[in-house]
């Protein structure tokens, strides 16, 4: 599927694709703005408050600038994105894919000679393989301050010191290997997702498994190419 | 023009199509009948290859439709114009865009012409009013008559309706059966119908088949057809109250 939505890139220019695609990243993006931010705040203020517990026994905690940055732009900032947006967005799209797998839609756009993967999965993984990387840079953002507050308010550790840290010691690469991270997980949420959709069987039941399969397959998956990619870049 | 040439299907398990043998001919609207599961619509989806033929061939115009790659493929199915039974429009297009759907996708014509035609062929099944409205808003009569008019709006030389009048009340029917009819008068398609509505197939039908454990066991023209000997078309006919004296001929207007 992913090959054959390679192949589909140029007729992303035609305006109706452009529409649809504008349209994915709308829903993928600002419909998921709440509750990332929600869970991107308290992930960050999270682990501010466990490393600082921790370090303030040695008397470090003035670092938890660096670990918060560093950990949230490894693998929380990609890695909780990409749950939130298996288990909203994946699901939606698995589900109405779905649908109009059991009501023959689906059949019905291949009948008319417009390929379902061109139609429908193309904008989606045009969607997701964007905004996952750029919600991932709000998710990190929102994690860091979350962290500060947390450092300042519970911690004593003073904002310039916390920023200061942060800054110092976190790398371009942990940023890039992040957001390649989230790269990949925008695509296997999309492929799982639609392959899920496309496959449903047994009207509204099948939906309903076809979406359930959809965010444990996405969980999964992400969990173990997290790991890999993780391990090719950190040795 | 359409040739199934012993074709067998199974699936789950069963054999829906076994052996079936079967000619369709230019210009004619042919009607599969047969009880439920009896494989009508899935003899209906091997014309245009949503299913493959375990074994046999399904002739089009002397091409095997099961031997077709990518291109040749898209080649016969832009000659088919189908009409599932659920009417299958996208739920998030407005009912114009539906109709204007393939022509958007497929053509270069401009949004105008194609907004232009779909207003046409809408209008033609009786949905001038409709354009922008969501399919949701249609009663499923109406849905069925969208559906046709998206069928119909790249000029198919073949038709396949599953149970166009599945669900719907007899008016409705009725008026989905002329609009059938009239495909073949006036655009001179040829068409094929799978229904388990006699009432319905006797009305529109140029040749019936009754499609019985994966086998037609009948084909005849409509007056033959109700006079047939074999047994369980006489039963299928009688459990519709349509009997070899006629009746059927004061039932339906022609």
């Not at chain 1, 109706?16 to 994915?24: D, G, S």
């Not at chain 2, 898209?74 to 022509?103: C, H, T």
Request: some cysteine; aromatic content about 8%; charged content about 20%.
């Amino acid at each position: 599927m992913l090959g054959e939505a390679f192949l589909f890139l140029p007729h992303m220019l035609k305006k109706r694709m452009r529409h649809e695609t504008l349209y994915q990243l709308f829903l993928t993006g600002i419909k998921s703005l709440g509750v990332i931010t929600v869970v991107a705040m308290f992930t960050g203020m999270i682990l501010a408050l466990q490393t600082g517990l921790e370090l303030r026994r040695f008397g470090q905690e003035v670092n938890i600038g660096t670990a918060v940055t560093v950990v949230m732009m490894r693998e929380m900032g990609p890695f909780m994105t990409a749950l939130i947006i298996a288990a909203s967005v994946g699901s939606a799209i698995a589900a109405q894919l779905g649908t109009m797998t059991v009501s023959e839609e689906i059949a019905a756009l291949e009948i008319m000679s417009i390929n379902p993967v061109r139609f429908l999965v193309m904008p989606r993984l045009v969607a997701l393989s964007v905004m996952v990387p750029i919600l991932t840079v709000y998710t990190n953002i929102l994690g860091v301050v979350g962290g500060a507050i947390v450092g300042y308010t519970q911690l004593g550790v003073s904002l310039t010191a916390y920023f200061d840290n942060a800054t110092r010691y976190a790398e371009n690469k942990d940023l890039y290997v992040g957001l390649f991270k989230a790269f990949l997980f925008g695509i296997i949420i999309t492929l799982v997702a639609c392959h899920q959709g496309f496959s449903t069987t047994e009207g509204a039941v099948g939906v309903g498994r076809a979406t359930r399969r959809t965010v444990i397959i996405s969980f999964l998956t992400i969990l173990v190419v997290g790991y890999i990619v993780t391990r090719l870049f950190y040795k | 023009m359409i040739r199934f040439e012993k074709v067998t299907k199974m699936l789950g398990g069963k054999r829906v199509l076994d052996a079936l043998d079967m000619e369709i001919r230019k210009g004619e609207t042919f009607v599969i009948v047969g009880t439920s599961g009896a494989g009508k619509s899935v003899t209906l989806k091997h014309m245009v290859r949503l299913l493959s033929p375990d074994s046999g061939r399904v002739v089009v115009d002397g091409e095997v439709v099961s031997e077709l790659s990518g291109g040749e493929l898209e080649r016969i199915r832009d000659r088919f114009g189908y009409l599932f039974q659920s009417g299958a429009l996208l739920q998030w297009l407005s009912v114009g865009d539906n109709v204007g759907l393939p022509l958007r996708e497929k053509t270069d014509m401009s949004d105008e012409e194609i907004d232009q035609l779909s207003h046409e062929k809408l209008a033609l099944v009786g949905l001038a009013d409709v354009f922008e409205k969501r399919p949701d808003d249609l009663s499923g009569g109406m849905r069925k008559r969208a559906a046709l008019a998206r069928a119909i709006i790249t000029k198919p030389d073949i038709i396949l309706y599953d149970e166009p009048t599945s669900g719907l009340d007899p008016v409705t029917s009725r008026a989905i059966d002329r609009l059938i009819d009239d495909m073949r008068r006036e655009l001179g398609v040829t068409s094929v119908v799978v229904t388990h509505d006699l009432h319905s197939a006797l009305a529109i039908g140029t040749r019936i088949g009754m499609l019985y454990q994966g086998r037609l066991v009948e084909v005849a023209e409509p007056d033959a057809f109700v006079k047939s000997k074999v047994k369980v078309v006489q039963d299928f006919l009688e459990a519709q109250y349509i009997t070899k004296h006629g009746s059927w001929e004061r039932m339906v207007a022609k």
